[in-house]
T-cell receptor
Framework: GDSVTQMEGPVTLSEEAFLTINCTYT??????LFWYVQYPGEGLQLLLK?????DKGSNKGFEATYRKETTSFHLEKGSVQVSDSAVYFC??????????FGQGTTLQVKP | NAGVTQTPKFQVLKTGQSMTLQCAQD?????MSWYRQDPGMGLRLIHY???????DQGEVPNGYNVSRSTTEDFPLRLLSAAPSQTSVYFC??????????????FGPGTRLTVT
């Protein structure tokens, strides 16, 4: 079945460091791919999405490119801030319309 | 718009008790879902609905019931709570976006503890 695998956390970075959170997926067909962010004590918010191969989703300085050849959708940000500390979830929407989530990666940014 | 609202925010139950987690959305979305979030496991789909009167099971439906009598409301019922149901529960609603993908909007969550 469809699945999403994220890198293990927590990821701890200093402010202004470069961020990469790896995400790979297994799916039939051409799923849409998403990154969601969960700030402490809150629900999930959509961060960015891509719906077809080579699409780049971007928002708030975060980017991810849909790579069909490597079945990946890695999240990147050039310069993280303390306010980016959160849990990040990679997800795919399969052909049933249901979202399948990775296990989440906790990011801690220290000043 | 209030978006997706959930009540209660926190709940403690004893084993065997029943309760209903409420979820409502005011965005006229046809699709609604319930997830549970457990450490290290991401979010797992419990039940979902593609419209009023239509529900289906997700990945982990055992111990939970749902109904969808209106577009706005999608309550989740625990008939006989068990400690394994201790979790954070999220309700979400979605509709097809302009790119064809379904973007889900999440409520703030209900933290449930079963003792």
């Amino acid at each position: 079945g469809d699945s999403v695998t994220q890198m293990e956390g927590p990821v701890t970075l200093s402010e202004e460091a470069f961020l990469t959170i790896n995400c790979t997926y297994t799916a039939t067909g051409y799923p849409s791919l998403f990154w969601y962010v969960q700030y402490p004590g809150e629900g999930l918010q959509l961060l960015l999405k891509a719906t077809k191969a080579d699409d780049k989703g971007s928002n708030k300085g975060f980017e991810a490119t849909y790579r069909k050849e490597t079945t990946s959708f890695h999240l990147e940000k050039g310069s993280v801030q303390v306010s980016d500390s959160a849990v990040y979830f990679c997800a795919l929407e399969g052909n049933t319309g249901k979202l399948i989530f990775g296990q989440g990666t906790t990011l801690q940014v220290k000043p | 718009n209030a978006g997706v609202t959930q009540t209660p925010k926190f709940q403690v139950l004893k084993t065997g008790q029943s309760m209903t987690l409420q979820c409502a959305q005011d965005m006229n979305h046809e699709y609604m879902s319930w997830y549970r979030q457990d450490p290290g496991m991401g979010l797992r789909l419990i039940h979902y609905s593609v419209g009023a009167g239509i529900t289906d099971q997700g990945e982990v439906p055992n111990g939970y019931n749902v109904s969808r009598s209106t577009t706005e409301d999608f309550p989740l019922r625990l008939l006989s709570a068990a400690p394994s149901q201790t979790s954070v529960y999220f309700c979400a609603s979605s509709t097809e976006g302009d790119t064809g993908a379904y973007e889900q909007y999440f409520g703030p969550g209900t933290r449930l503890t079963v003792t």
